[in-house]
Structures are given as C-alpha cells and as structure tokens.
C-alpha cells in the first residue's frame, strides 16, 4: 500500500486504541491533508497536545469519518490535492462507505486486534467498562476486506500494541516508509510521548 495511490485513507480501530492519535501522525506528512484548518499545522498540533485534554481528536474537519456531516466529508475530499486521512470504528464507516466510494480510491489502515497488551485492554476497560471478543472479530482483516469490498493490496495492518508504548520509533519508521509518508520521525515521537504520558 502507497499512500500517493489513494485519495482517501481510512483508518480504523475499536473506541480506546489510538486511531486518532494514528491519524494526527499520519496527517503530519507532506504528501497528506492537513486535519484541520491552519496556519501552521504542525505548531497548533503540538499546541493541543500540550493541552489538558487526554485524547487526540482535535477540533478539526471532521469527527468520526464524518458520519454526522456526509457533505462536509465530501467537500474536505474533494477539496484536497492530497490524501486525506479519516477515522473511526467499523459501524461508521460502513454508514460512510456508500456516500465515498465513487470518490476516489480508498485505503485501509486497520487495527486489527489479536493478542493485544495488557496497556490497550486496560485502556477499553477503563474507557468503556468492558472488552469484547467482537472486537477480534469486528477488526479482523478478512471481515473488514469483503465488508468493504477493499482487496488486501489496498489495506495496512496494525495493532495498538504499536503505538501503546513509550518508544515506537521503529514502528513510525516502518509505516512511513512502507506507506512512503517521509514522517518526521523525531516529531511524531515528541507527539507521541505527550500523548501516551497523558493516557498512561
């Protein structure tokens, strides 16, 4: 998967596993629209995750792979040059995916779900009183290709195992050249420890 071949990337991940913070990273290359309007988008990022608020969903274009604004999302899409980068959980998306589709190729980064540490379940557990084996099921990779008709050529597999520690610089370094998004790696990491300090 290269991200230059899709207008719109997907990402997608059960309540509690970071996908938001994924996004926000993603959306930090050059070859991706921003997720919010800015002046300087890499400052007012950093800005909110300097914030009291515990999570990454920025204020930005939209929440949730725009379920609840369908011509928004349309117009943020076509609106940019580059890829734009969506989130959000599978029932979301499968509402979303009609509306989209004819609007140019999609790419899926999914969380799948197997074997996840005991960081991310604490997480789901704390967030949402309970854990659910449909997550395992809901995210696995054959559901999510044939739900949304999206071959394996055209999906990224990841887990939060990834991104739920202190250091993931080898993770970040793999899906930015896998995905061929030139991260900076040193800036994504800088995030990162903001966010993962303040939901630890």
């Known amino acids: ?30 070859h991706i629209a ?3 309007l800015s002046n300087n988008y ?5 800005k909110y995750y300097d914030s009291d608020k515990k ?11 725009g379920v609840h604004d369908i011509d928004g ?4 899409i076509n609106d940019n ?41 604490k997480r789901i557990h704390d967030l949402y009183h309970g854990y659910s084996d449909l997550i395992e099921w809901a995210y696995r990779d054959d559901v999510v290709s044939k739900t949304f008709e999206i071959d394996y050529q055209d999906m990224y597999t990841t887990s939060a195992n990834n991104i739920f ?11 930015s050249h896998e995905l061929g998004l030139d991260l900076d790696i040193e800036y994504c990491l800088r995030l990162h420890k903001k966010w993962f300090r303040k939901i630890s």
């Open 81 to 121: 040059h580059n890829p734009v980068v969506i989130c959000g959980h599978v029932p979301e998306f499968y509402y979303v995916h009609g509306f989209i589709k004819s609007l140019g190729p999609i790419g899926i980064i999914n969380f799948e779900n197997y074997y996840l540490n005991n960081a991310v379940r």
């Open 165 to 175: 520690c202190d250091d993931p610089s080898d993770f970040f370094s793999s899906i």
């Open 42 to 46: 890499r400052q007012d990022l950093e």
């Open 34 to 36: 921003d997720r919010f």
């Open 73 to 76: 999302l349309k117009k943020y």
């Open 1 to 30: 998967m290269y991200i230059k071949d899709y207008k719109i990337i997907v990402i997608l991940f059960h309540p509690g596993q970071g996908g938001n913070h994924l996004a926000n990273l993603i959306s930090t290359s050059d």
């Open 55 to 65: 999570d990454a969903h920025v204020e930005g274009r939209l929440n949730n792979v």
